[in-house]
């Protein structure tokens, strides 16, 4: 487990490698979208542009939405103030369980590092001692 709690500063720290993840998925989002908007316009031919173009219109959409939600609504931040976190989100996706921390702006901080029984018990145990609840 990769989350650990300094006591004197009151702040949660998270080394999972979260924070690159996002960022090379959000450069991935935009080339997507770069792409979608250049290529039928440089590209394509008129005939292509009927069916094609359709196709990358939908794209693009598909990019701005997915950036615009891991902008607005997810965080990667390593560190955490205590006063910043509302609970800790526990969801079942596929049968496995997933964490979340939920904070007071409205953003979501995955753990993705949570993965066997152990490490559950362990982070529960941690924010049950922090004093932050477990939904």
């Known amino acids: 487990m990769k989350i650990k709690f300094n006591e004197t500063e009151k702040t949660i720290e998270i080394k999972d490698g979260l924070k690159k993840q996002y960022l090379l ?3 991935s989002l935009v080339f997507t979208l770069v792409n979608s908007v250049l290529f039928p316009i440089f590209v394509l031919t ?14 693009g959409i598909f990019s701005i939405l997915l950036f615009t939600y891991q902008t607005l609504k997810k965080t990667a931040s390593e560190k955490l103030k205590l006063s910043e976190i509302r609970s800790l989100s526990e ?5 496995r369980k997933r964490f979340s921390l939920k904070l007071k702006n409205g953003k ?12 559950i018990l362990e982070i529960k145990k941690l924010f049950k001692v922090i004093g932050i609840e477990t939904t």
């Open 25 to 27: 998925m959000n450069i």
């Open 91 to 95: 969801k079942q996706v596929f049968g």
């Open 108 to 119: 979501l901080r995955d753990l993705i590092d949570v993965k066997n029984e152990s490490d």
């Open 46 to 59: 008129k005939k292509q542009m009927e069916w094609m173009g359709f196709i990358w219109i939908i794209i």
